[in-house]
């Protein structure tokens, strides 16, 4: 299951996508948006921007590729304005064994910054907002 959405995310619906009676392990990460000191600022929300159709095919990549052999993968992510405390995404891998779906997860997450052509702006409590610096895309 791969998802980019506007909508809360449903991470028992991602969860649930990826269990089975074949996996022991299933490793579940969140991102959420924090409440992060800038200087004399404070981030208090993040808008996430994204090309639809290449970041949906760049999540389904990952997905097949992280998510073979015996490790199932689902990855979801949200576009638009998020307040801190939201969960902007979430990368579920199950597996027979702990270390596989671990493994696959942490691979996913990094996958998913720095390969798919998602961006978030940064808003502050000065009423300030900017663009979030990130690694060009390859």
């Not at 959405?5 to 649930?16: G, H, M, R």
């Not at 000191?37 to 949906?56: C, D, F, I, N």
């Not at 990549?61 to 902007?88: F, K």
């Amino acid at each position: 299951m791969v998802i980019l959405t506007a909508e809360p995310l449903d991470v028992n619906a991602l969860i649930s996508s990826v269990r089975g009676p074949d996996c022991g392990a299933v490793v579940c990460f969140l991102g959420c948006v924090r409440r992060d000191k800038e200087g004399s600022s404070e981030v208090t929300a993040l808008e996430y921007e994204a090309q639809p159709r290449m970041a949906q095919e760049a999540m389904e990549r990952i997905a097949g590729q992280s998510g073979s052999g015996t490790v199932r993968l689902s990855i979801a992510h949200r576009t638009g304005r998020l307040e801190a405390g939201e969960i902007s995404a979430v990368i579920v891998a199950a597996s027979p064994h702990r270390a596989e779906a671990f493994e696959a997860c942490r691979s996913a997450l990094e996958q998913l910054k720095e390969s798919v052509p998602i961006w978030k702006k940064m808003h502050f409590s000065s009423g300030e907002s900017r663009w979030a610096e990130g690694k060009p895309l390859a």
